[in-house]
């Protein structure tokens, strides 16, 4: 496999290609990684083996142990590879998971993680059974790729599921934020706008075929992230994309912080919060939720209201069976904000 193209084939295939990748006697070419493209086109992100090294040894330093992991997240994304890396740096290849969580942890022997994002989890918690109690034999379970609801978390810590919520991206060789807290030789600043930025060892070394899209992204061994953020008592607290605020009706409108309140109701299972163009009120906040019960919208306005500013309210409620997601699982903004304007 040309690991200077992005990363393709087989479970099988990429994991013996990483293994030639992991024993090269020197530094090797790059991973071509994409991102999920979720907030827009996906990129071409450059990871060195020192980075990905790094990353995987931080990770198993702050988790406790080396250990197995269980792979069910597609390995052509970052959480993917890392999970093999990590496994592999352990002394064994990955379990695949095809949906049988109990099957693929008896296979454990020893240590053993796993990584998910949020809609994974939200949906084993809710189905109970076997595959809730595999994951609670997990010495531990990491959960990134999007916010985490509160609710979601205490729902599996409550069945004895040790959930770790990671922050990062593709351009830190993954998560490099485990509970707020930077990985060993991760370091995080807020700039003066406000927005979160990330160095250290784990950092890209810039985007494919594209000088631009690098110089403005990552400087002096610092990338420089879209998203807000906050350090209180030590730990970074992330407060949503800077471009996930709308103005609407001359307001400006934090579409996380609208999307945490709602979650944070009982009958609300899946939410994300979007702007659409509106004639009346240039954007136009709206909620594309699943529920089984799902309350009416102006219940789900005044429980806006009672913790925010009415104005954050959503003026429009999208119900649907399921949130459009992308291959890795992360939910499909752009599917997400066409289902509302459809909707209208």
Not at 34 to 47: D, E, F, H, Y
Not at 99 to 106: G, H, M, P, S, T
Not at 218 to 232: A, E, M, N, P, Q
């Amino acid at each position: 496999m040309n690991f200077l193209r992005p990363v393709h084939g087989t479970t099988q295939e990429v994991v013996a290609a990483l293994e030639r990748w992991l024993a090269a006697t020197r530094e090797p070419e790059p991973l071509v990684v994409a991102t999920s493209g979720s907030t827009g086109r996906p990129k071409q992100v450059l990871l060195s083996r020192r980075a990905m090294l790094a990353s995987a040894e931080a990770t198993h330093q702050r988790l406790g142990a080396p250990g197995r992991w269980l792979l069910a997240l597609p390995i052509s994304y970052v959480a993917g590879l890392q999970v093999a890396i990590r496994s592999l740096l352990a002394g064994a290849a990955p379990i695949e998971v095809d949906d049988d969580w109990a099957a693929a942890v008896e296979r454990l022997d020893g240590v053993g993680y796993a990584s998910l994002v949020p809609t994974q989890l939200h949906r084993i918690v809710t189905d109970g059974g076997a595959a809730l109690a595999a994951l609670a034999r997990l010495d531990a379970v990491l959960l990134g790729g999007g916010p985490i609801d509160p609710a979601l978390r205490a729902r599996a810590e409550a069945a004895g599921v040790r959930v770790v919520a990671t922050y990062g991206a593709s351009e830190t060789s993954g998560g490099c934020v485990y509970d707020g807290v930077a990985l060993p030789g991760v370091e995080v600043r807020i700039d003066e706008a406000g927005l979160i930025r990330l160095g250290g060892a784990t950092v890209f070394s810039g985007y494919l075929d594209d000088p631009e899209l690098t110089a403005a992204t990552l400087h002096d061994g610092w990338y420089l992230t879209s998203d807000l953020g906050r350090i209180v008592d030590g730990r970074l607290q992330v407060l949503g994309r800077a471009d996930d605020v709308v103005i609407s009706g001359g307001v400006n409108v934090p579409l996380p912080a609208v999307a945490a309140r709602l979650r944070e109701h009982p009958d609300v299972e899946l939410v994300e919060v979007v702007g659409v163009l509106d004639p009346e009120w240039g954007q136009r906040v709206v909620a594309v939720v699943t529920g089984a019960r799902l309350p009416e919208l102006a219940v789900l306005r005044d429980w806006v209201a009672e913790t925010s500013p009415r104005a954050w309210a959503p003026r429009d409620v999208v119900a649907v069976a399921q949130l459009p997601l992308l291959s890795n699982g992360k939910p499909d903004r752009a599917a997400i904000r066409r289902l509302a304007q459809e909707a209208r």
